[in-house]
């Protein structure tokens, strides 16, 4: 752990200045995001610099440069700025992040900071990059429903559904906004990005408001469908396991019989083809990653789960996770997390293949055939005098037979 050094405290230090933030990178002024003095965080609207390409069934985006704005979250608060960008930020490592520091491409407040500056209540981190975003699914969003007040979805897998750490302009927000000429969206239930199916959106913040308070209110049925390993028990299965975030860089959750979060979900078996089992899923709580953390925790993970299911380079470390102390016992995981992913250390002559402008590594493509969604589909939700829902994806039917080389789904 670094010392503490409070940004306010810093000027006053021998031999440190704080300097304002300079970029090594050409600044287009038309898609900066402007600081103010109050602690707000002007953005100016990018969808401009949205430039979509098609090929082999994905979605691209042209590279752009873009200022990434963050408010302090009250875990960060009292933690030096290196600490939490490499524990918050899965896709750089520390050799990156202490180069993006010194040369100014990452703020505290709009100031050039040290690496051992701590965050206070009300700091805004920035973080200047030249993007490179992930491909996503090519499939087309399908509209559900629409009205002056309300659009719902059927959004494919592998597209994330608001603009959120990797993903900016290949995000079911920008996507809609660019294609409908739609001045803003507020999404309502923010589905994951490998999960597919109904997908409500608002079109005001009144609306947006309704919606999240009948959904807090518990007034809302969600039902899912999946698609687990194995022969699942027949009947009505309730797992009420208590859940905990292990890991915010991973966003990986799992079981914590100690210190977790109180979730239920309700499970029906559909189907069962003789390898893999169609599943009714109806979460009554809503806790990340709930439905997948408890079909892994049954003993019948989602059946091509890149982070939960069998076929990943930890599965055997999440199973030896003891639920009642697990902190202590997820360590294997983390680490085989942390010894797969490749991160950027911003060394030209590593030989992989980098940007010509900016010289980050370009984004691997996923493998032929590789699922850009998970096995996972929001069927159907129903509140009060309203119900929306999506047809079955093709892997739903009880004929499937596409399950005998399973791939896990493209992170």
Not at 44 to 52: E, F, M, P, Q, R
Not at 223 to 250: D, H, M, N, Q, W
Not at 284 to 293: A, D, L
Request: aromatic share 10%; hydrophobic share 35%; net charge positive.
């Amino acid at each position: 752990m670094l010392p503490c050094v409070t940004l306010r405290s810093l000027a006053r230090l021998p031999g440190r200045r704080c300097f304002a933030a300079k970029a090594t990178a050409p600044r287009p002024d038309a898609y900066l995001a402007s600081y103010t003095n109050d602690k707000r965080v002007k953005y100016v609207d990018d969808l401009s610099t949205a430039n979509y390409v098609f090929e082999n069934g994905l979605r691209r985006v042209e590279p752009y440069y873009f200022d990434y704005w963050a408010h302090c979250k009250d875990r960060w608060v009292g933690k030096p700025l290196l600490d939490v960008m490499n524990r918050e930020f899965r896709d750089r490592n520390d050799a990156y992040f202490r180069q993006a520091i010194e040369r100014g491409l990452i703020t505290i407040n709009g100031e050039r900071v040290a690496c051992d500056t701590c965050f206070a209540k009300g700091d805004t981190m920035g973080h200047r990059v030249h993007r490179h975003e992930p491909p996503t699914s090519a499939d087309p969003i399908r509209i559900l429903h629409r009205d002056s007040d309300l659009l719902v979805i059927d959004k494919p897998g592998g597209i994330q559904a608001h603009p959120s750490g990797r993903y900016r302009h290949n995000t079911v927000v920008h996507i809609l906004r660019k294609q409908y000429d739609l001045p803003s969206l507020y999404p309502v239930n923010r589905l994951d990005r490998l999960t597919s199916g109904v997908m409500m959106i608002a079109l005001n913040a009144k609306t947006a408001q309704q919606l999240q308070a009948t959904m807090m209110g518990g007034d809302v049925e969600k039902e899912y469908l999946c698609r687990v390993e194995g022969e699942f028990p027949s009947g009505e299965v309730v797992c009420s396991a208590p859940l905990r975030t292990i890991a915010f860089k991973f966003s990986f959750q799992y079981v914590d019989e100690v210190d977790g979060k109180a979730s239920t979900t309700v499970f029906e078996r559909v189907a069962f083809n003789g390898r893999t089992s169609v599943v009714r899923c109806r979460p009554v709580t809503g806790r990340t990653h709930q439905i997948r953390v408890h079909l892994r925790h049954l003993g019948f993970p989602m059946a091509n789960d890149p982070i939960y299911g069998r076929h990943t380079p930890w599965t055997h470390e999440l199973d030896a996770i003891d639920t009642r102390n697990t902190m202590q016992t997820s360590n294997g995981v983390i680490n085989k997390m942390m010894d797969i992913t490749t991160y950027d250390s911003l060394d030209i002559h590593d030989g992989h293949p980098r940007c010509k402008e900016c010289h980050s590594l370009l984004v691997a493509d996923p493998n032929p055939h590789q699922p850009l969604g998970i096995w996972l589909h929001s069927r159907r939700y129903t509140g009060p005098n309203w119900s929306y829902m999506a047809p079955p994806p093709p892997w739903a039917a009880a004929d499937f037979d596409m399950d005998h080389d399973i791939q896990a789904a493209y992170l």
